[in-house]
């Protein structure tokens, strides 16, 4: 008669086995981890150039409606600073009402470009939003978030040429900020409406 021996694994070889496989879980979990940062590094870098380059072109947009001597304000005062004030044409698109008696545009709301810290009964409540103020009949938009810097020059007060600077920047809710160092757009754009004087 044979006798057949039934072996199991010993014990030793149990923990070795759980302990590496331990490693290898922790290994991977660690390596999904890192993956998800960046993935979500990346996703808020391409997010904030996105609405940054949105952003300014809106801007630029309707400072194209404008001329030169209808820019009234840059940063307070002077021709260099971080807000912008400037009339629009009027937005009621009869033919009677888009230019004057003297076949001019016709100029009627004054549109202020700023970035936050936020005003009393203001729709821009958060730090570091640029912010799109009619101040004509009082209403606000919201343009872009994340903005840590804004800053609009011209080469003197009638120039109808307008240097916009905007710099991006998030921080993430682990305290982190992306991208370190905060992206900036820089765009140029001229006032295309002529008055004559």
Same mark, same amino acid.
């Given at each position: 008669?044979?006798?057949?021996?039934?072996?199991?694994?010993?014990?030793?070889? #149990?923990?070795?086995?759980?302990?590496?496989?331990?490693?290898?879980?922790?290994?991977?979990?660690?390596?999904?981890?890192?993956?998800? *940062?960046?993935?979500?590094?990346?996703?808020?870098?391409?997010?904030?150039?996105?609405?940054?380059?949105?952003?300014?072109? *809106?801007?630029?947009?309707?400072?194209?409606?404008?001329? !030169?001597?209808?820019?009234?304000?840059?940063? !307070?005062?002077?021709?260099?600073?971080?807000?912008?004030?400037?009339?629009?044409?009027?937005?009621?698109?009869?033919?009677?009402?888009?230019?004057? &008696?003297?076949?001019?545009?016709?100029?009627?709301?004054?549109?202020?470009?700023?970035?936050?810290?936020?005003?009393?009964?203001?729709? $821009?409540?958060?730090?570091?939003?640029? $912010?799109?103020?009619?101040?004509?009949?009082?209403?606000?938009?919201?343009?872009?978030?994340?903005?840590?810097?804004?800053?609009?020059?011209?080469?003197?007060?009638?120039?109808?040429? #307008?240097?916009?600077?905007?710099?991006?920047?998030?921080?993430?809710?682990?305290?982190?900020? #992306?991208?370190?160092?905060?992206?900036?757009?820089?765009?140029?754009? &001229?006032?295309?409406?002529?008055?004559?004087?």
């Amino acid at each position: 008669m044979i006798k057949i021996m039934r072996q199991g694994f010993t014990l030793i070889e #149990v923990i070795i086995v759980t302990a590496i496989s331990v490693i290898v879980l922790f290994g991977v979990f660690g390596i999904l981890q890192a993956s998800n *940062k960046q993935l979500e590094i990346i996703h808020t870098k391409m997010s904030l150039e996105e609405n940054l380059r949105e952003a300014m072109f *809106k801007m630029a947009q309707e400072i194209r409606q404008t001329t !030169g001597n209808r820019i009234e304000n840059i940063g !307070g005062g002077g021709n260099s600073g971080a807000t912008i004030d400037f009339w629009i044409p009027v937005p009621d698109p009869t033919a009677s009402a888009l230019a004057d &008696q003297n076949f001019q545009p016709a100029f009627s709301n004054i549109i202020r470009y700023r970035r936050t810290p936020p005003v009393l009964d203001d729709s $821009c409540k958060e730090e570091n939003q640029l $912010c799109r103020d009619d101040l004509t009949t009082g209403k606000h938009a919201i343009l872009a978030n994340d903005i840590t810097d804004l800053h609009f020059s011209r080469p003197n007060a009638v120039s109808g040429f #307008v240097t916009m600077t905007a710099s991006a920047q998030r921080k993430l809710s682990d305290g982190r900020r #992306v991208p370190e160092e905060p992206i900036q757009t820089t765009m140029q754009v &001229q006032a295309r409406n002529t008055v004559s004087s």
